[in-house]
């Protein structure tokens, strides 16, 4: 079974930073592009940054300038280093992986594959005095 792990959310100041941590467990995946979304209370689920394999990214307005992604897309990492942050930065942090399912090592020899996205269970990010 394929699954996204997060880790890093947590409780923070204004002005202080945070690095959240994104790790794909399967041997049978292999991202194409990563990256991160957010879901503030009664608000839509919107896009942080991501990354394809290509090494382009792209960041949100409001992202731009605070917070960095990096990671190997191939190793399936993804990292969100946030500064800055704001209280309006409070949020749930979802990472997301759209890449090649496979379900066999032989299907990875053969490139038989199944197209998904996946999403990691969400870290809780906190930016409060």
């Known amino acids: 079974q394929v699954q996204l792990v997060e880790s890093g959310g947590g409780l923070v100041q204004p002005g202080g930073s945070l690095r959240l941590s994104c790790v794909v467990r399967?041997?049978?995946?292999?991202?194409?592009?990563m990256g991160w979304y957010r879901q503030a209370p009664g608000k839509q689920r919107e896009l942080v940054a991501s990354s394809t394999s290509s090494g382009r990214t792209n960041y949100a307005d409001f992202a731009k300038g605070r917070f960095t992604i990096s990671g190997d897309n191939g190793k399936g990492t993804v990292y969100l280093q946030m500064d800055n942050l704001r209280p309006e930065d409070t949020a749930v942090y979802y990472c997301?992986?759209?890449?090649?399912?496979?379900?066999?090592?032989?299907?990875?020899?053969?490139?038989?594959?199944?197209?998904?996205?996946?999403w990691g269970q969400g870290t809780p990010v906190t930016v409060s005095i």
């Open positions: 997301n992986a759209d890449g090649k399912l496979y379900d066999t090592y032989a299907d990875v020899v053969n490139e038989r594959f199944r197209v998904r996205q996946l």
């Open positions: 399967s041997s049978f995946f292999r991202a194409n592009a």
